[in-house]
């Protein structure tokens, strides 16, 4: 038997959580549905973060850049570093799915739906 070294150790994320499909069915009564919202939810998440990123970095851009001013640029690489710190948008969609935070509605259904 293989005993774990302290590398492999070291690389397993504490963000990893198992998730319980029989809690995600409880608002929606559909596993299908859930994950349709919850991943709605998560490109929303995505979209935000990808927003605010772009125009905190689009401070630094310069029409120019040296070589030199793209090594020194310590500030930029700190702002980098925290957006890939930041939990998965999927994670944030599940996490407020889960508690109740997201509001979704159902399409309402023709009578003529209903016909056919």
Known sequence: MLKPTKLTKRNQRASIVTRDIAEMIVPTGNVYES?????????????????????????????????????????????SKHYERLPK???????????????????QKDEEEDLY
């Open 89 to 107: 948008p999927a994670s944030l969609a599940i996490e407020e799915f889960l508690d109740g935070e997201l509001v979704f509605k159902r399409p």
């Open 35 to 79: 994950v349709a919202i919850i991943s709605k939810r998560a490109r929303q998440i995505a979209s935000d973060v990808k927003e605010e990123l772009s125009q905190k970095i689009s401070e630094f851009a310069i029409a120019a850049d040296s070589l030199e001013e793209i090594h020194e640029n310590r500030e930029q690489i700190e702002i």
